[in-house]
């Protein structure tokens, strides 16, 4: 069993900047693909970002260049560098495990909402 908890997230205006993280327990080896996802009101939940053991990373295009993911192993910790906020980028961001950078896997942390407004 996996267990995952985000925090991190809250009200930051156009231009700012957060850091999200999420702490892993349980059954986590470092080769398992940690990752982001969020879901905005009405829309679809989509990958932010994804890093797996290697250091290898997968990015939305549309956080490419503002966002980092990185992680942790000794720790079980995933983080999200989100700079460069924008309104469109709001929405709950949910911390994933799995083993594939282009499938979520099935443990989801309980989400952290990020909001992005003047």
């Known amino acids: 069993q996996v267990q995952l908890v985000e925090s991190g997230g809250g009200l930051v205006q156009p231009g700012g900047s957060l850091r999200l993280s999420c702490a892993a327990s349980?059954?986590?080896?470092?080769?398992?693909?940690m990752g982001w996802y969020r879901q905005a009101p009405g829309k679809h939940n989509e990958l932010v970002a994804a890093?797996?053991?290697?250091?290898?990373?997968r990015y939305a295009d549309s956080v490419k260049g503002r966002f980092t993911i990185s992680r942790d192993d000794a720790k079980t910790t995933v983080y999200l560098q989100m700079n460069s906020l924008k309104p469109e980028d709001t929405a709950v961001y949910y911390c994933?495990?799995?083993?594939?950078?282009?499938?979520?896997?099935?443990?989801w942390g309980q989400g952290t909402q990020v909001t992005v407004s003047s």
């Open positions: 994933n495990v799995g083993v594939s950078f282009y499938t979520p896997g099935r443990y």
């Open positions: 349980g059954s986590i080896f470092s080769n398992y693909v």
């Open positions: 890093i797996n053991g290697g250091g290898s990373t």
